[in-house]
């Protein structure tokens, strides 16, 4: 440890830090890439912990390998033990030896928010990201773990076994889902033809409509919702704004895409950081890199 390291300059508060548990996706527009842009976008610092390395890009998931279950412990434990973690998100598990790995790292630990988004299969492309024990252990363990289970509804569908065809039906798996243990659900209806989320707390339903913006840029909107909603938490904001506040997020993030690559784009989760570029010729930086930018002239 050098010495240095001791004397660092206290005068910037620390943010809430948040930590992303989820697999990798190398198009960044899903999981933990999604969930730390996220993170940065609402003036959190975001950690990650990374449950499977996934071979996929925007025209789809390719494979997924999951991290050994000792690796994903050991992440965790050396993040728990370095930062104090004022929130939680899960995203994708992989299988049922990282989903009980997870579960033992949040009994040891007693997290103010944990966000779990029970990712089960691809929109897009083949490779599970949950195999059938893990499914088992998220239904029977991970969702009473949970302050808030953000499905959508083919994920509402597969923990509930019941079909789920329009707002009624969201309902209906957000019952379900809290008579199999979560404390609260937000069932996402984004495949509908006009986005509707319902959220489920205790016996109070509430449902909150949206726009359908025209984008086939909606890649990884799923992750970027429930990191949206953990910030949010994190930030000290009640469940029901959480989501207000994370749908309006992810419908401008959706808004300002644009496509990377040949199938569907990511959103775009640093909107507000966008800059505009300077007039050509004004305050131009000088390129010998010792002189400081041109001052304008005193008056």
Not at 218 to 226: A, M, V
Not at 263 to 277: D, V, W, Y
Request: net charge negative.
């Amino acid at each position: 440890m050098s010495s240095h390291a001791t004397h660092t300059n206290h005068t910037n508060p620390t943010p809430p830090i948040l930590l992303a548990i989820a697999g990798f996706d190398p198009s960044c527009g899903a999981g933990v890439a999604a969930d730390l842009k996220t993170f940065a976008a609402h003036n959190c610092y975001g950690v990650a912990a990374v449950t499977a390395l996934t071979v996929q890009s925007t025209q789809g998931v390719r494979s997924v390998q999951a991290t050994a279950a000792t690796a994903l412990r050991a992440q965790l434990d050396a993040l728990a033990e370095d930062s104090v973690l004022a929130g939680i998100k899960i995203g994708m598990l992989a299988n049922r030896a990282n989903a009980s790995t997870v579960a033992e790292f949040l009994d040891q630990h007693n997290f103010a928010h944990v966000v779990l988004d029970p990712v089960s299969r691809p929109t897009a492309g083949s490779g599970e990201l949950l195999d059938e024990a893990g499914l088992k252990f998220v239904r029977g363990e991970m969702l009473k773990r949970a302050s808030v289970v953000t499905p959508n509804i083919p994920e509402a569908e597969f923990l509930t076994g019941l079909e789920v065809k329009d707002v009624n039906g969201m309902k209906a798996a957000g019952q379900k889902l809290l008579e199999m243990g979560a404390r609260a659900v937000i069932v996402t209806g984004g495949h509908l033809d006009r986005p509707v989320d319902v959220l489920c707390e205790g016996p109070e339903i509430e449902t909150f409509g949206g726009d359908h913006v025209k984008s086939a840029n909606t890649h990884g909107s799923g992750c970027t919702f429930s990191s949206a909603i953990a910030a949010q938490l994190a930030c000290g904001q009640q469940l029901r704004e959480a989501v207000i506040l994370a749908k309006a997020y992810v419908t401008k993030a959706i808004e300002k895409s644009y496509p990377t690559g040949k199938g569907a784009g990511p959103l775009n989760h640093l909107f507000r950081f966008h800059q505009e570029p300077p007039p050509r010729g004004v305050h131009e930086v000088p390129q010998h890199g010792m002189h400081p930018a041109a001052e304008p002239t005193a008056h």
